[in-house]
């Protein structure tokens, strides 16, 4: 059996399936950003959710033939990727399990662990790829200087625009009445307050006011409209420059899929796709499973097990039951 684990700035699906393709359990917990949360937190985030993912199974830790935790930051900290590694320690074998960044729980689902690219657009962005056992990412350097074309990074640029709009830098379009109405703000000067205040900064909660720009680009606010075509514009330079780490020849068409919330923003999905096709360089894939199955997959490919086309066969038609308990 194979434990897989997807975590993200806002929340951490958990998985559990067997050699045959059959979803044993699923759990769905908060974020695991070590970086807002703490080490402390995430650790005891990850031993409780295992503990519940495996008591709701029947099936004990020593069953799991490896597990593969992708969490959010992994890499980005020598220091915090030693502690990350030790997390599991508590339940699995050493040899038995891995820890790495979340990014490739995306690229794993979105291809079926195959060679090619994904992006992940959440809470924040990062692009990766692998090309015959050569792995390479792009992005991801933080809310603070990179993420661009993430939730966090839209809004913002939302936030942005308002705040010009407010001082009269910008026309006001439908996002000034928007935002006013949906964060409850009498004075304008009061979005202050609602993002340093209520929200402390908090760069997952920040990155929940995107679907705000996404909305006002629906209703016509041609500013709010440039904000997700940028977005996608970002996402597509991520494919392009991982691309050239990885080595694939300038002639040769590379599968590109990605997974996240900031791609089911059509508008940005349509940007980032038109991109792609005007390099000519790109075959766009629908992802095939979702990151938390991918994480599974990548958990099987570790183990040296990897899923025989019948178990595919099987998660595939469990997808939307995964989808609809761990959203």
Avoid at 106 to 122: E, F, K, M, P, T
Wanted: charged share 20%; glycine share 14%; net charge negative.
């Amino acid at each position: 059996m194979f434990v897989g684990v997807d975590g993200g700035g806002s929340k951490t699906a958990f998985i559990l399936v067997d050699r045959d393709g059959n979803v044993r359990g699923t759990h769905l917990a908060g974020g695991s950003y070590y970086v807002s949360i703490g080490m402390q937190a995430l650790g005891a985030l990850i031993s409780t959710s295992l503990e519940a993912l495996l008591d709701r199974a029947g099936v004990a830790a020593s069953d799991v033939t490896y597990a593969f935790l992708g969490l959010p930051a992994y890499g980005e900290d020598s220091d915090a990727a030693s502690q990350m590694d030790q997390i599991p320690a508590k339940f699995f074998a050493r040899g038995a399990y891995s820890c790495g960044n979340d990014m490739i729980c995306g690229w794993a689902g979105s291809l079926a662990c195959r060679d090619g690219i994904s992006v992940v657009a959440g809470t924040g962005s990062i692009a990766y790829g692998e090309r015959l056992g050569a792995r390479a990412r792009c992005g991801g350097w933080g809310e603070i200087f990179s993420d661009e074309g993430s939730a966090h990074w839209i809004a913002c640029r939302g936030l942005d625009l308002f705040a010009r709009m407010s001082d009269g830098r910008a026309t006001r379009g439908p996002l000034y009445q928007l935002m006013r109405e949906r964060l409850g703000i009498l004075e304008d000067l009061d979005l202050c307050r609602h993002v340093y205040v209520a929200l402390r900064g908090d760069r997952a909660l920040i990155a929940q006011m995107c679907p705000l720009v996404v909305e006002a680009a629906s209703l016509g606010d041609e500013a709010a409209a440039v904000i997700l075509e940028q977005a996608g514009a970002e996402l597509a330079l991520l494919v392009d420059a991982t691309r050239s780490r990885l080595g694939f020849a300038a002639d040769e068409v590379v599968d590109v899929s990605h997974s996240g919330g900031v791609f089911g923003a059509t508008a940005v999905r349509q940007a980032f796709g038109s991109a792609l096709a005007g390099r000519g360089l790109y075959r766009l894939c629908e992802p095939e499973f979702p990151p938390v199955i991918g994480a599974a997959l990548y958990a099987a490919c570790r183990s040296g097990q990897s899923f025989s086309d019948s178990a595919l066969a099987r998660l595939r038609a469990s997808r939307q039951h995964v989808l609809g308990a761990l959203g």
